[in-house]
């Protein structure tokens, strides 16, 4: 009569311990991204300087783009035309003169 009682519970009790154990084991993730660091001067925007995953680096002129010195819109479109091409933003700082865009894209 005893063991009758028991042995549901052990089920259960070891249902519940595998259920526990399985939700908390952590997902392995094998993706690998490519990273795009943008950096913007804020007066002017008269260069912004964009680095690619380490190998490349470019310099583009947006001062003829801009309406005055307080306009983001050259240096937005530019971080809104990578994201249409696949890449995502991860953060975005500011440090009074500089604004920098940190973008990431999985690699294929």
């Not at 801009?66 to 990578?82: A, T």
Request: charge should be neutral.
């Amino acid at each position: 009569m005893k063991n009758k009682k028991i042995f549901p519970l052990v089920v259960l009790g070891l249902c519940s311990a595998l259920c526990i154990s399985l939700g908390f084991k952590p997902i392995s993730s094998n993706k690998s991204y490519q990273h795009l660091i943008i950096i913007g001067e804020h007066v002017d925007l008269d260069d912004v300087r964009m680095s690619i995953d380490g190998k490349e680096f470019n310099v583009i002129h947006c001062h003829k783009q801009s309406q005055g010195p307080w306009d983001m819109n050259p240096i937005i479109n530019l971080v809104h035309q990578y994201e249409a091409d696949g890449w995502e933003m991860q953060s975005f700082a500011t440090t009074g003169m500089l604004n920098t865009f940190w973008l990431r894209k999985e690699k294929q």
